[in-house]
């Protein structure tokens, strides 16, 4: 690993990329630095992904959540290496484990997906072939990194079906995948992303097709597996009560770019972004006693060709006019820590947010 | 507004008549022993070699001016039974009453006057708009096919339906590709209130939105009832948006009601075992619950196939607390409590609170012990 690590760590020249290397697999496993993912399309630039970084530790899960268009599969995908080169202009760093994945080019990318890494993603209907058998994927998903006979791989395959809880898995090795249910679908494509044991696994909204007796089912699935492989685990979803229940770590995201970052519990309990208190007063809650109405975020989502000036979330604010001097419409505001660990993109001072918070928001969720 | 007013009283007018055959609050819907099963054929000649009972008998009302929350997982039967009570599908058996009127076989002719006061709403806005119509043509279409003129003219109408739903008038020559998901659940909106129904079914009207069009899509359609005396049915499977949205909910597994409750009640103490599991399931979004796996129930495997549902009480596959009894003898839809009823052998949070409750309850677990 070291030998793979000195020479990017030279070419890396900025201070951030060349700590999150030395850091190794100990302190930040993954490490993403000014993420931007743009596509070119007749349209216009459509940047996705505009400047997204964080970083995540081995055995922790981190959570981003947003809404459909604000990047959060574009950055997964991103890290997978899963992007056309041709189509999309990617830039930033993506450190795994003192590894630089930008940079390193398509094979060596090729061989870790699938290996360090694996993805399962939302419909695992599609993600399967309908033409291979469940056991034949996992077993091509295995051999591809591992010399083995095909017994072994067969062997081994079976294995991961009965650790993911499909019954009778010798008999279920042979059944395709319309002959699943969409809850044993989901366990078996688990199965075939933890063959190899990947250090890192990126679930993209994992339970969103699935029922809510079987998303439980799912999610504890892959607390367990998380516990047992102490992998880091990034969960994409647009679902807080999912994120709430499995990430340590917070990610909001909002047209391309991170607006809040943090522990679970800060932003949960003391979110400092107003797309933050949005996305929690716009969700009935189960938990709480019943309200009359909802809190919705007016408007809708900005598309990604022409993001609002300023302040991307501006239009749709209901404290824009709080900062003085327009400046939330001319400038883009920089992700600043709060508290330890906890970051914000909003113009407001944290007195004002805290006054907001205090006063008119907290009192309403 | 103006004809909206001029509708109201009428509506009202309406159920007089109505009201003398039943007690005090006189159902706007009425369902008795609901049955829809699919055909699966075989071969060239179609032989009909099973069945798949998505509906299986279900029995409830809808009051007026209520709003019904029906939840279930997927394959519940959830959707057929929506269908089912606008008469989209043909019922293979039991009844549907509206109004005091059978619409059960009622030929697509004879619906057509019927459809003025039962309209639907989709979940997919993509899929239940014409991409090739604009929003004029699809929100006036209601009026051209029943041969209404409204007052002051079709386009007129259209656009104070848009400006009723949030959107703009303007919005009357668009495409429905130019609008989001959100709007365009509005526009499906919008059309479903062209001809000032009754009863509004909304089969999952919020689940392909994202979370903060989804309050807004709930919190129109709460002002929408407000304004003008809907009736809403609303089917989903999200439990936390059910109970914002209902006034009573009916769970459903496997083609069965297994509880009807009032909101509260049904989220407090809930009867039936499913519905226990069902609620413990839902994600809560307050990290200090993480991990709290105590409280949780977790089902095992899957909702077995409506094909060749189980025997007996059609949970017993996956319940915890199944006996022998449950495997045999299928459980009745009994009132455990005031208005909440229930349909299992040993429910869970049994009131004690009238002796009639208690025998009934007491006598179908002493069945499941002796047994």
């Known amino acids: 690993m070291s030998d793979v690590q000195k020479p990017d760590t030279e070419k890396a020249t900025t201070g951030t990329g060349a700590a999150a290397g030395s850091a190794g697999a100990d302190e930040k496993f993954l490490s993403v630095r000014d993420l931007r993912i743009h596509f070119d399309t007749d349209d216009g630039l459509v940047k996705s992904v505009d400047g997204v970084s964080f970083d995540l530790k081995a055995?922790?899960?981190?959570?981003?959540?947003?809404?459909?268009?604000?990047?959060?599969?574009?950055?997964?995908?991103?890290?997978?290496?899963?992007?056309?080169?041709?189509?999309?202009?990617?830039?930033?760093?993506?450190?795994?484990?003192?590894?630089?994945?930008?940079?390193?080019?398509?094979?060596?990318?090729?061989?870790?997906?699938?290996?360090?890494?694996?993805?399962?993603?939302?419909?695992?209907?599609?993600?399967?072939?309908?033409?291979?058998?469940?056991?034949?994927?996992?077993?091509?998903?295995?051999?591809?990194?591992?010399?083995?006979?095909?017994?072994?791989?067969?062997?081994?395959?079976?294995?991961?079906?009965?650790?993911?809880?499909?019954?009778?898995?010798?008999?279920?090795?042979?059944?395709?995948?319309?002959?699943?249910?969409?809850?044993?679908?989901?366990?078996?494509m688990i199965a075939m992303a933890l063959v190899n044991n990947p250090q890192l696994l990126i679930a993209d909204e994992p339970t969103t097709a699935l029922d809510v007796t079987v998303q439980a089912q799912i999610l504890d699935l892959i607390r367990d597996l998380q516990k047992e492989f102490h992998s880091a685990v990034v969960i994409i979803t647009h679902d807080l009560g999912v994120v709430a229940e499995i990430a340590d770590e917070l990610l909001v995201m909002y047209a391309g770019r991170c607006i809040e970052r943090g522990s679970a519990e800060k932003v949960f309990y003391r979110p400092q972004h107003p797309y933050t208190w949005g996305l929690l007063g716009s969700m009935p809650r189960i938990d709480r006693e019943q309200t009359d109405r909802l809190v919705p975020v007016k408007g809708t989502p900005p598309s990604l060709i022409n993001v609002p000036s300023g302040c991307a979330f501006h239009p749709r604010c209901p404290y824009a006019d709080v900062p003085k001097d327009n400046i939330t419409r001319t400038e883009r505001p920089e992700l600043r820590q709060i508290t330890d660990g906890h970051f914000s993109a909003c113009h407001m001072t944290p007195a004002e947010r805290e006054r907001i918070w205090t006063e008119e928001i907290a009192p309403k969720l | 507004m103006t004809d909206l007013s001029k509708e109201i009283p009428e509506q009202g007018a309406g159920q007089g008549p109505d009201g003398a055959d039943g007690p005090a609050p006189e159902p706007l819907l009425k369902v008795t022993g609901l049955v829809k099963h699919f055909p699966i054929t075989k071969g060239v000649l179609k032989r009909k070699v099973g069945a798949v009972q998505a509906v299986d008998g279900l029995t409830f009302d809808v009051r007026p001016g209520e709003t019904l929350g029906v939840v279930g997982e997927s394959g519940c039967g959830k959707s057929t039974m929506g269908r089912l009570i606008t008469r989209l599908l043909e019922p293979t058996g039991g009844k549907v009453e509206f109004e005091g009127r059978d619409i059960t076989h009622l030929s697509t002719g004879a619906m057509r006057p019927m459809r003025r006061d039962v309209q639907m709403i989709f979940q997919d806005p993509y899929g239940s708009l014409n991409p090739r119509h604009t929003i004029g043509g699809i929100v006036g279409t209601p009026f051209k096919l029943q041969g209404i003129q409204p007052e002051g003219g079709v386009k007129k109408e259209v656009q104070r339906l848009l400006e009723l739903v949030g959107l703009s008038p303007e919005h009357y020559n668009r495409y429905p590709h130019e609008f989001s998901g959100g709007q365009r659940q509005r526009i499906g909106i919008a059309r479903a209130l062209a001809l000032n129904p009754k009863l509004v079914v909304a089969d999952e009207p919020v689940s392909a939105l994202d979370v903060s069009i989804q309050a807004q899509v709930v919190n129109l359609l709460d002002d929408l009832q407000k304004e003008l005396g809907l009736t809403y049915v609303i089917i989903a499977h999200d439990l936390s948006v059910i109970?914002?949205?209902?006034?009573?909910?009916?769970?459903?597994?496997?083609?069965?009601?297994?509880?009807?409750?009032?909101?509260?009640?049904?989220?407090?103490?809930?009867?039936?075992?499913?519905?226990?599991?069902?609620?413990?399931?839902?994600?809560?979004?307050?990290?200090?619950?993480?991990?709290?796996?105590?409280?949780?129930?977790?089902?095992?495997?899957?909702?077995?196939?409506?094909?060749?549902?189980?025997?007996?009480?059609?949970?017993?596959?996956?319940?915890?607390?199944?006996?022998?009894?449950?495997?045999?003898?299928?459980?009745?839809?009994?009132?455990?409590?005031?208005?909440?009823?229930?349909?299992?052998?040993?429910?869970?949070?049994?009131?004690?609170?009238?002796?009639?409750?208690?025998?009934?309850t007491g006598g179908a677990s002493e069945a499941g012990t002796t047994k």
């Open chain 1, 59 to 188: 055995g922790q899960t981190l959570g981003i959540v947003g809404e459909s268009g604000s990047g959060k599969s574009v950055t997964s995908l991103g890290i997978m290496g899963l992007h056309n080169s041709e189509r999309a202009r990617i830039s930033g760093e993506i450190w795994l484990d003192g590894e630089e994945l930008i940079g390193a080019g398509t094979e060596r990318v090729r061989k870790l997906r699938g290996q360090k890494m694996a993805m399962i993603f939302q419909d695992p209907l599609s993600a399967l072939h309908p033409y291979y058998s469940i056991g034949a994927q996992i077993v091509e998903a295995y051999r591809v990194h591992n010399a083995v006979d095909k017994k072994t791989a067969k062997k081994r395959a079976v294995e991961m079906l009965d650790r993911v809880g499909i019954p009778e898995p010798a008999r279920r090795y042979d059944d395709y995948p319309h002959q699943f249910s969409g809850g044993m679908r989901q366990r078996a």
């Open chain 2, 243 to 360: 109970r914002h949205v209902s006034d009573r909910i009916a769970v459903m597994y496997l083609g069965k009601i297994v509880e009807l409750a009032d909101r509260t009640s049904l989220y407090e103490s809930p009867k039936h075992p499913y519905t226990k599991a069902l609620l413990s399931a839902v994600p809560v979004p307050d990290p200090s619950r993480r991990g709290g796996k105590s409280d949780r129930i977790l089902l095992k495997g899957d909702v077995p196939s409506p094909i060749k549902p189980p025997s007996g009480c059609r949970f017993h596959t996956r319940c915890w607390k199944a006996t022998e009894v449950c495997r045999t003898t299928e459980p009745p839809l009994i009132q455990l409590a005031p208005g909440h009823q229930a349909a299992c052998h040993h429910p869970e949070n049994v009131p004690d609170q009238s002796a009639q409750t208690a025998a009934v």
